[in-house]
């Protein structure tokens, strides 16, 4: 993740936390506003770590609260957290198993019997990667034939398709 992008999304979160009621305001929702704020996708890894480290380093620096009152806390706000990621994840209608791949990348589509789009973790980037695939001795395994896309040109990527998709459509008419 860029500098740029890092500075944003701390400007605000910073924003958020300072105007809400850390009583009930849990990470989750945090994360999930400044989500909709930036247009950004927070969900993804290093994001949000990004996001738990901004948000830890406020609740550290916040002197209105006793130290220890901010730990009994913590348990709770996680477990809350976790729940509501979970309802989160049905109402997006996930419904179907993640599949993993042998090297442990989550497949997120398969656009043919040979190639797929996979969500994978290599040398601490997240990348989407799309990729041919062949088989060996019972085993997928990837071809050079793809890209790999760090987050942020995936969605400079994804913030292109509109007008890709209207290009396509005037070529075919």
Not at 52 to 58: C, D, H, N, Q, Y
């Amino acid at each position: 993740m860029d500098a740029e992008t890092q500075r944003r999304i701390e400007e605000v979160v910073l924003e958020i936390l300072e105007s809400s009621d850390m009583t009930t305001m849990t990470e989750y929702q945090v994360r999930r506003t400044a989500a909709e704020r930036l247009g950004l996708d927070l969900s993804i890894p290093d994001r949000k770590r990004f996001v738990r480290s901004v948000v830890e380093s406020f609740l550290l620096s916040n002197k209105d609260e006793p130290p220890q009152q901010q730990q009994e806390q913590e348990p709770q706000e996680e477990e809350e957290e976790e729940q509501e990621e979970e309802e989160e994840e049905a109402k997006k209608g996930s419904r179907r198993e993640k599949e993993y791949d042998d090297e442990g990348d989550l497949i997120l589509c398969r656009l043919s019997n040979k190639r797929r789009v996979t969500l994978q973790e290599f040398r601490g980037k997240t990348l989407v990667s799309i990729r041919e695939y062949y088989q060996k001795d019972g085993k997928e395994l990837p071809t050079a034939k793809g890209i790999s896309l760090t987050v942020d040109q995936w969605e400079a990527f994804r913030k292109a398709v509109p007008a890709i998709e209207e290009a396509i459509e005037k070529m075919h008419e």
